[in-house]
């Protein structure tokens, strides 16, 4: 059975929690004030501390207890996040379609020649490797 609206939308990341895992996957275990120390923008505490409460709800993240506080390390690899987020794109805008996607990054020019070039050989790459 194919995941709701709903349920898709729980695993994708909002931009504020993408932005939150970044430092994660860049910095490893850190702390709310090492995650508020390192995020580009300048977020109150409570609130970074309230966006790892959502996404260690949402089994993003996995925390320890250090001392006082608490150690959060992501619970999810930056791929599967990126997985995650081009399967949800790909369902809403394009039909379930990856061709319509592809299609798209060429008719807005996001994409070159070149670009598929190098996706074709990577493909038939991938192709001999399960073979």
Known sequence: MAPSDRERSRDVLTPLELEIMQVLWAAGPSTTADVQG??????????????????LRKKKVKRTRLGRAFQYQPAVTREG????ALNDLVARMFGGSGEALLQALIDTRQITAEDVARASDLLKQRKAEHE
């Open 38 to 55: 390192r995020l580009p923008s300048e977020l109150a505490y409570t609130t970074v501390q309230t966006m790892l409460t959502v996404l």
């Open 81 to 84: 996040a990126v997985g995650t």
